[in-house]
RNA sequence: GGCCGCUUAGCUCAGUUGGUUAGAGCGUCCGGUUUACAUCCGGCAGGUCGGGGGUUCGACUCCCUCAGCGGCCACCA
């Protein structure tokens, strides 16, 4: 043996010990109660971060229940990640000078998934290199067919429940990624903008968004308030810059008096707060800006010309059309001027811009047809469950924020427009949908957008649509079939995607193989659902919702909610700050079992843990120090001292050990049952490296007796590598194989060795 | 605006229902070379537990309040 452990010389030959005993795998003999646990999915394509190998916990969890005897499985799988891949991929695109606009939907799905593949396998390897005691022949991808055919059929109960509807609704559409974003995935950042103050018939409103003033249908003030009461209900006109219009003062208890000049216009079409005050009023929906984020006249184009419209604002309307909304600011602002009616501008306004998590690009508010589920009908049976105890969070306060969310029971949009994905299992025929809109890529790799009925009266043909098909959209109201199989030769495809939420929040069901799989018969609902508290609604919530709407029974009974990993001076890492730690370094540096303890030892769930080196460092000597100890026992061991049977009576210092010991895997085993892995950590540390080696071991060095001392030491150190173990496998197993060779342990592994019983 | 968390030794943090001299690791300082380990051993120093008030025989722990930091949700026409 070496004088000191090296960890790159055992962690993968022991790694590799576990796994040629199928160790990782459930002892389905046994009869006790199973214990589950699904890995929370990384990204196919990723690579590990800091925050992966706080799945150490699962880890301890999981291997302390597997020494305990009960049949114990770890599942593992990867996430498409939808949007967060596509994003990746086509961000490389760009790179060689091409879009996703240059490809059909199943060429560009292909291309995709080979970028997955060809970046898939490291993050395996990754968890592999923390000692994870993965079953990675249950491991599971989330465009699994069997993932793809089990979220189907929870889509197809949610249409056939009436909980899933299509609807003209104003949704957070990034112009830039071209897809609908959950108000979840929106980020609000404060922003300086210029207020523009504008004459409004006999008013002056203030806005930020002038450019949607051409479709405002109605103005709104508080009731109450004296300036303006005189003119609810009454019709006034007002000279815009492509001429006069008319609209009608309607009062609301939202528009706040305080605010501006109090009165707003409404835009529904543009502005969620304005979308909800038309749906009250009964508004028209008028839209101005299109899915790229342009200007859109057409609906003035088409219905003025020069015989009953001035030459002035034809020219402006077509100067307007098609310019982004950036421009269109600065071109309105001359004309504002130029017309008299802009009054001021406010320069220092600041306010709460909604931009995408993902390109930070603007929100433009929208108004699309977007497929929606129900949260009522899955949210209550979800917090129902929560309080009936049914699930349990650690730490406790973790339970009112998933009540707050889902009392509000937003309804969830589910669909994106982008590839990477499940395809929304739905077909259009194109008989009973003339008005549906496609975007395609024809013969010769133009692209055609337009409506199907016109384009197939025209030359193009339904293969040369199927098979150039990019984008379908169909109208709110249109007719659909929902199958996985194309229904006939008239169907055109939907060509959104589910959110990855959709089908990630399904991963109970899908890796456990609902509902005829044996898994799910043995495994569910699995005991403890570990993860950071910042996807406790993406994800938690989502899977808790769908598990009690498909099987009626939760999908797990705890929810603990790791820390998150943060720098030394415990402020969050990120690349652009660059105090990143890779985990993979910092295990080549000091091994994995000194990564895995620092980040438990003294922290506690719910709140941030700091790493540090010099914390690592604290734990890779003590790894060396477990080693040492070991070593001692079998140089001992060596020179013929022999394991003897203990007398009832023992000396003080043999018996205070022992009594220490027993007390030791007492505390450590409640610890456990209790989530308190840094109580349980610490005490070990402290057990160890205080008790056992500076005071027992060095206090008896010199005894010369019967083999007393070194059967004591000999129980209470094994004793101690079985506690040890979850925490620290590598050296612990390591050790124990040492001590295997020369008959000093029974138990061929320690992995699964029996867990110590308190006395 | 609503909800939540944090503030304990120089640093990073524990402290389970209120109960004897408030703990750990790292760091500082002092001292140790015979083979288990210098990735070691022994020892010292260091905290009015963010400020103020209250409940209690007793408060780091419970309540109120103030301040600073952080998080989540909502949202600003």
């Known amino acids: 043996m070496d004088t000191a452990f090296i960890p790159k010389d055992h962690e993968s030959s022991m790694y590799a010990l576990w796994e040629q005993n199928n160790a990782f795998q459930p002892d389905l003999k046994s009869t006790k109660k199973p214990f589950s646990i699904l890995l929370p999915p990384p990204n196919a394509n990723a690579s590990l971060h800091a925050g992966h190998a706080m799945y150490v916990i699962e880890d301890i969890l999981v291997r302390w229940k597997r020494m305990q005897g009960y049949p114990t499985v ?65 491991k599971t991808f989330m465009l699994d067919e069997k993932v793809i055919r089990i979220v189907y059929s929870t889509f197809e109960k949610l249409v056939k429940d009436g909980l ?111 979308f909800a005050l038309g749906k009250k009023h009964n508004l028209p929906v008028d839209s101005i800006i299109d899915t790229r984020g342009r200007m859109d006249f057409s609906w003035y184009l088409n219905t003025h010309n020069e015989k009953n419209t001035e030459v002035k604002y034809l020219d402006r309307a077509k100067k307007y059309h098609g310019k982004s909304v950036k421009d269109m600011r600065v071109l309105m602002l001359e004309d ?13 306004y600041t306010h709460s811009v909604a931009v995408c998590y993902k390109s930070d690009h603007d929100i433009e508010p929208l108004v699309l047809p977007n497929w929606f589920i129900r949260m009522k009908p899955l949210a209550e049976p979800a917090m129902k469950a929560a309080k009936e105890g049914l699930v349990t969070f650690v730490p406790k306060r973790f339970e009112k924020q998933y009540y707050q969310w889902l009392e509000k029971f937003i309804d969830w949009p589910i669909s994106r427009q982008i590839v990477w994905g499940i395809r929304i299992p739905v077909w259009y025929s194109v008989k009973e949908n003339p008005d549906l809109e496609v975007t395609f890529l024809n013969a010769k790799h133009e692209r055609v957008i337009g409506k199907v009925s016109e384009l197939l009266a025209q030359h193009n043909t339904m293969q040369e649509i199927t098979d150039g098909l990019q984008q379908l959209r169909a109208s709110a109201n249109a007719k659909f079939v929902v199958s996985d199989k194309k229904p006939g030769e008239e169907y055109l495809p939907e060509t959104d995607t589910f959110d990855t939420w959709f089908s990630s929040g399904q991963w109970p069901l899908t890796t456990l193989d609902y509902p005829n799989g044996k898994d799910f018969k043995t495994f569910y609902p699995t005991s403890v659902l570990d993860t950071m508290w910042d996807i406790l609604f993406f994800w938690v919530a989502r899977m808790i919702m769908f598990g009690l709407y498909m099987t009626g029974e939760v999908p797990f009974k705890t929810v603990y909610l790791h820390s998150m990993v943060t720098d030394e001076k415990g402020q969050k890492m990120s690349k652009s700050k660059g105090n990143v730690i890779n985990p993979i370094e910092i295990v080549n540096e000091f091994g994995a079992d000194a990564l895995r303890i620092s980040l438990v030892a003294g922290s506690t769930p719910g709140n941030p843990i700091a790493l540090s080196k ?84 060095e206090k008896t060095k010199s005894n010369t007796d019967g083999g007393e001392t070194f059967t004591t030491l000999v129980r209470v150190f094994t004793t101690s590598l079985k506690l040890l173990h979850p925490f620290m496998p590598f050296v612990t197993e390591s050790i124990w194989q040492e001590f295997s060779k020369t008959h000093l342990v029974d138990e061929p592994l320690l992995m699964t060795a029996e867990w110590p019983k308190s006395v």
Not at 174 to 198: M, Q, S
Not at 336 to 348: R, T, Y
Not at 665 to 685: M, P, Q
Request: proline letters at 4%; a positive charge.
């Open 74 to 138: 770890w599942i593992p799988g990867t996430d498409h990640a939808g949007y967060e891949t596509q994003y990746v991929y086509e961000k490389q695109l760009s790179k060689q000078g091409k879009s996703r606009f240059e490809f059909d939907r199943q060429t560009l799905y292909d291309d995709v998934a080979a970028f997955v593949k060809q970046n898939s396998g490291l993050i395996e390897e990754q968890l592999k290199v923390l000692g994870f005691s993965l079953d990675w022949s249950r």
């Open 164 to 274: 899933v509807y299509r609807d003209n609704y104003i949704v957070n559409f990034c112009p830039k990624c071209g897809t609908t974003f959950a108000d979840l995935e929106v980020n609000h950042i404060e922003r300086k903008d210029p207020l523009y103050y504008i004459k409004y018939g006999p008013f002056t409103i203030a806005t930020v968004r002038p450019e949607t003033k051409f479709r405002d249908v109605a103005l709104a003030a508080h009731p109450k308030d004296p300036r303006y009461k005189k003119w609810i209900g009454k019709k006034v006109e007002v000279l815009g810059l492509l001429g006069p219009v008319s609209m009608t003062v309607l009062a609301d208890e939202g528009v706040d008096p305080k605010f501006g000049t109090g009165i707003m216009k409404v835009t529904p079409a543009h502005d969620p707060h304005d």
């Open 336 to 348: 504002l001027k130029q017309d008299g009616i802009l009054e001021k501008i406010d320069e220092n």
């Open 614 to 697: 010099e914390k690592v460092k604290g734990y890779r000597n003590f790894g060396n120090k477990l080693w040492n100890i070991g070593r001692y026992i079998l140089l001992q061991h060596e020179a013929g001292t022999k394991i003897i049977a203990l007398p009832k009576k023992l000396d003080k210092e043999h018996a205070t050990i022992l009594k220490s010991l027993s007390s030791t895997v007492k505390y450590i085993t409640s610890a456990l049952e209790k989530y308190r892995f840094s109580d349980a950590a610490l005490r070990l540390h402290g057990f160890v490296w205080d008790e056992c080696a500076n005071t027992y071991l």
